[in-house]
T-cell receptor, first 115, second 114 residues
Framework: AQTVTQSQPEMSVQEAETVTLSCTYD???????LFWYKQPPSRQMILVIRQEAYKQQNATENRFSVNFQKAAKSFSLKISDSQLGDTAMYFCAFIRIQGAQKLVFGQGTRLTINP | NAGVTQTPKFQVLKTGQSMTLQCAQDMNHNSMYWYRQDPGMGLRLIYYSASEGTTDKGEVPNGYNVSRLNKREFSLRLESAAPSQTSVYFC?????????????FGSGTRLTVV
């Protein structure tokens, strides 16, 4: 079974700083997708960024980028020039390409951006 | 375009009461899911439906039942609510053939069992 681990329950940084959220996962699969979801206080789950395991290039979406280390099974999220609106819970998630289509989540990291 | 719609948004139940959480999607997705979110545990899969007419257990199915009424609707039923079922519940849907698309989530239901 696949597992996803986020070892930082809470983080706090000042506005405009750069912050990195950690995620590790365990799988025997070779092909899969990884995601970061954002959950602001509104409770809505918002897809931030996705990474295909068979692509070596790290995904980027504006101020959000990932550091994908397949051999180490690590998938960290970097937020550059952090903004107050980035305050949220962030979840790392994994889905395999073959077999049962189930998105597996980590425990989440609560990120607070301070003014 | 509504996406995934869940009702109700909030609910308080007494121990032993039953209720059904409703979920509907208008994106023509084949697959639908029910998750629960608890502090420090992320989102855990309760049940899922890969396609109309099929349902399967997820990680935490005990105490719940589901019905895939049609392609659009997937309901979650608590037959006899327990305080341990106090949680935030999310319904989600996805395409079957493009797993990189991710899931689309509803806005959640906060359920309190007293």
């Amino acid at each position: 079974a696949q597992t996803v681990t986020q070892s930082q329950p809470e983080m706090s940084v000042q506005e405009a700083e750069t912050v990195t959220l950690s995620c590790t996962y365990d799988t025997s699969e070779n092909n899969y997708y990884l995601f970061w979801y954002k959950q602001p206080p509104s409770r809505q789950m918002i897809l931030v960024i996705r990474q295909e395991a068979y692509k070596q290039q790290n995904a980027t979406e504006n101020r959000f980028s990932v550091n994908f280390q397949k051999a180490a099974k690590s998938f960290s999220l970097k937020i550059s020039d952090s903004q107050l609106g980035d305050t949220a819970m962030y979840f790392c998630a994994f889905i395999r390409i073959q077999g049962a289509q189930k998105l597996v989540f980590g425990q989440g990291t609560r990120l607070t951006i301070n003014p | 375009n509504a996406g995934v719609t869940q009702t109700p948004k909030f609910q308080v139940l007494k121990t032993g009461q039953s209720m059904t959480l409703q979920c509907a999607q208008d994106m023509n997705h084949n697959s639908m899911y029910w998750y629960r979110q608890d502090p420090g545990m992320g989102l855990r899969l309760i049940y899922y439906s890969a396609s109309e007419g099929t349902t399967d257990k997820g990680e935490v199915p005990n105490g719940y039942n589901v019905s895939r009424l049609n392609k659009r609707e997937f309901s979650l039923r608590l037959e006899s609510a327990a305080p341990s079922q106090t949680s935030v519940y999310f319904c989600a849907s996805s395409r079957t053939l493009d797993r990189g698309y991710g899931y689309t989530f509803g806005s959640g239901t906060r359920l309190t069992v007293v």
